[in-house]
Structures are given as structure tokens and as C-alpha cells.
């Protein structure tokens, strides 16, 4: 079944980077972009960015510009998103997730989520 | 961005209610919009896609209506398992926005 597996729980310093991994199973994972999701703590959520997995071109929201880096391996079939400079207010759980369609099934730009990770959280203290 | 705004925030109801969630969308999405539940400590589970398809596996107690601008989330019959906190997605264009939530809790 369709999978995707995040890395564990992280406590960073502010200023510090982190490296979350998001490994994908049971679809052909060049054929879906990846999202990223932010939720911080009792709070809604919040769109980050994308990648395509085939080619590595990301997209990112405004706000995540030049903060934010998203990467993959299509070797073990993993995306990355590394947020850097870290803040207090970048504590948060953040999910990966994938499309519901595929790039040649509907339209890869309108597409909800099914299905996501299970959440890292990221906490940013000193 | 398109701002999507979601009422109630918090919404009580007791097992068997009929419950309905708005959200609005400051733009038209068409029918651009999904449901999601989500659960303490869990990640969000699609309720409804496309404003009023039902996700393979949800009760048929959950329902979505609207296109445009307005769009609903209706439980017929509240069950136990329905409490939890309820969101909106507009996916008619990047960057993606959600509603703020609609916690429904038990009465």
C-alpha cells in the first residue's frame, strides 16, 4: 500500500537546520510531486511548498522563500525538507504529503492530499 | 492567497446530531476543495474532495455541498468517533490555503 514514512523528532537550537526525511513506498515515486505541510502547536495548517520528484524542481510559498529547502533521492525514493536559520515560531509538526493524482491521471496542480506522513516534530529552543 | 475562513471555530453537539460546518473562500475555487478530519497526534484523513465527492471508506454520514465561494460540511448522525477537528483545503491554485479549523467536541 501507498506509504510514506517520516524521520523522528527533533529539538534544534535557534539558528540551527534541520533535515527531515520523507521515504515513499508502494507508487512510482517520480510520477507524484511531494508537499509539505506545517502545523505548529494547537494551530491550523499551513501549506509549505512542493517538489517533483522526477526532475527536482520545488516550489515554495512566499512566506518559506529562502528558507526552506526541499530535495530528493529518487535512489531510495526519499524527499528532503531542510528548514534553516530556525526560529521559536518554526516549532512544528511537519508532514509530508501526496497528491491524490499522479502528473498524467487529472490535473498535478489541483489535487488534494492522499495520503500524508505520520508528522516530525521540530522543536526550536534554546 | 486565497483566505479561507471557517465557522465555527468550535462547535458542541451531543451523539446523534446533525451538525453542519461552513467555509468560505475569498475568492471563487469552483469546486476546488476538500475536507479533512484530523485527530489529536495524528496526521489529517480526507473526508471529501472536489467539494462534494466522498473519499472511498468515509461514512455516508459525511456530506460536502457549494462550489464558488461557500461550501459545507455536514454529519448526519454524530457518532463518537467524529469528534475531532475538522478543516477545509482549497487546491484551485498555489499556494494551497486551509481553513483555521472547526473543533467539534462533545457536549
Known amino acids: 500500500q501507498v506509504q510514506l514514512v517520516q524521520s523522528g523528532a527533533e529539538v534544534k537550537k535557534p539558528g540551527a537546520s534541520v533535515n527531515i526525511s520523507c521515504k515513499a513506498s508502494?507508487?512510482?515515486?517520480?510520477?507524484?510531486?511531494m508537499h509539505w505541510v506545517r502545523q505548529a502547536p494547537g494551530q491550523g495548517l499551513e501549506w509549505m511548498g512542493l517538489i517533483n520528484p522526477s526532475v527536482g524542481i520545488t516550489s515554495y510559498a512566499q512566506k518559506f522563500q529562502g528558507r526552506v529547502t526541499m530535495t530528493r533521492d529518487m535512489s531510495t525514493s526519499t524527499v528532503y525538507m531542510e528548514p534553516s536559520s530556525l526560529r521559536s515560531e518554526d516549532t512544528a509538526v511537519y508532514y509530508c504529503?501526496?497528491?491524490?493524482?499522479?502528473?498524467?491521471?487529472?490535473?498535478?496542480?489541483?489535487?488534494?492530499?492522499?495520503?500524508w506522513g505520520q508528522g516530525t516534530l521540530v522543536t526550536v529552543s534554546s | 492567497d486565497i483566505q479561507m475562513t471557517q465557522s465555527p471555530s468550535t462547535l458542541s453537539a451531543s451523539v446523534g446530531d446533525r451538525v453542519t460546518i461552513t467555509c468560505r473562500a475569498s475568492q471563487s475555487i469552483s469546486s476546488w476543495l476538500a475536507w479533512y478530519q484530523q485527530k489529536p497526534g495524528k496526521a489529517p484523513k480526507v473526508l471529501i474532495y472536489?467539494?462534494?465527492n466522498l473519499e472511498s471508506g468515509v461514512p455516508s454520514r459525511f456530506s460536502g455541498s457549494g462550489s464558488g465561494t461557500e461550501f459545507t460540511l455536514t454529519i448526519s448522525s454524530l457518532q463518537p468517533d467524529d469528534f475531532a477537528t475538522y478543516y477545509c483545503q482549497q487546491y484551485n491554485s498555489y499556494p494551497y490555503t486551509f481553513g483555521q479549523g472547526t473543533k467539534l467536541e462533545i457536549k
Open positions: 472536489k467539494a462534494s
Open positions: 504529503a501526496r497528491p491524490y493524482y499522479d502528473f498524467w491521471s487529472g490535473s498535478p496542480d489541483r489535487n488534494w492530499f492522499d495520503p
Open positions: 508502494g507508487y512510482t515515486f517520480t510520477s507524484y510531486y
